[in-house]
């Protein structure tokens, strides 16, 4: 992928890169921060690959993954790097009618319809994944009418489908330990059935199950870019080659149904964090 390879993030004229890069796990959340270095390295060799879409959010350290983003980009010019930032509280957003972006985990497709009304919105941010898809019902059907992007986060469902916690321990500092109930006891015995599946098929398409599950997400259509987080540059390699896995309709349908939604152990969100999305949420009428 070369930084000419982008592709449209919803109607407004917004483009980035097929891929994207999460850059949360290099500050917080899954383990100990990584070493600057290695963190601006990861960053530098994203974007050297053609990466331009880059995430990150005050509340990662906090601010230091903002500072490491910073420290990484400013060896390149401007105009190639797109910084998705999540900061501010969606309702505030939207009653001051100043909407380009919604972070989904507080939205839901009543809010994203007001929102368009007042200011129109270039893409929202949601979890999709093999084993996270009821938003195909709840949300996506409105974002493609209104002509929204879509930036899927957690695309290999926090790393489970790249083999992460079914071939080797998560640290001790991990939050899927003590948040994600899919990633803990019984429900990870459970779910490792599911990565078992994908795995076999993965055999079938002479690629890593990590890039079967991330090339299930790009085929969802050209309106989604992904942004999976990574700590590891062979990590991000892997995800790139996930653009050479070539789907049609019948093996999308088949991944699909190796991972049937009712089949998934544990709920996405443990610790009251549940209540915090979109399912739970909605945004009062904007008062014009």
């Known amino acids: 992928m070369s930084l000419e390879q982008m592709v449209s993030l919803g109607s407004q004229g917004f483009k980035v890169s097929q891929l994207g890069l999460g850059c949360m796990g290099l500050s917080a959340f899954y383990g100990a921060p990584v070493q600057e270095k290695v963190g601006m390295d990861l960053i530098k060799h994203a974007i050297k690959s053609g990466v331009s879409f880059l995430d990150t959010s005050n509340m990662y350290g906090p601010f ?43 939205a839901s497709s009543n809010t994203i319809r007001r929102a368009h009304a ?51 321990a998560l640290d001790a500092m991990d939050s899927r330990m003590s948040h994600m109930p899919r990633f803990q006891g019984e429900n990870l015995e459970k779910d490792k ?34 942004i999976p987080g990574m700590t590891k540059m062979n990590n991000f390699d892997e995800n790139m080659g996930a653009l050479r896995v070539k ?42």
């Open 64 to 106: 230091t993954n903002e500072v490491l983003l910073g420290k990484a980009i400013k060896h390149f010019p401007r105009e190639h790097i797109v910084k998705r930032q999540r900061v501010g509280e969606l309702k505030k957003l939207v009653e001051e009618g100043k909407v380009k972006y919604i972070g989904l985990s507080k």
């Open 118 to 168: 007042v200011h129109p919105i270039t893409a929202v941010q949601l979890e999709w994944s093999l084993w996270s898809r009821d938003v195909e019902e709840d949300i996506i059907p409105t974002c493609r009418e209104l002509g929204i992007g879509i930036v899927a986060y957690s695309p290999l469902g926090r790393g489970f489908f790249s083999g992460k916690a079914t071939a080797e």
């Open 193 to 226: 059935v599911l990565y078992e599946r994908i795995a076999n098929l993965a055999k079938k398409h002479g690629c890593t199950p990590g890039q079967l599950a991330l090339a299930w997400v790009f085929h969802q259509g050209d309106d989604v870019v992904p």
């Open 247 to 288: 789907l049609s309709k019948k093996d999308i349908e088949e991944i699909s149904a190796a991972v049937p939604t009712n089949e998934v152990s544990g709920g996405r969100y443990g610790g009251g964090l549940e209540k915090f999305t979109y399912k739970y949420s909605e945004t009062p009428l904007l008062k014009v």
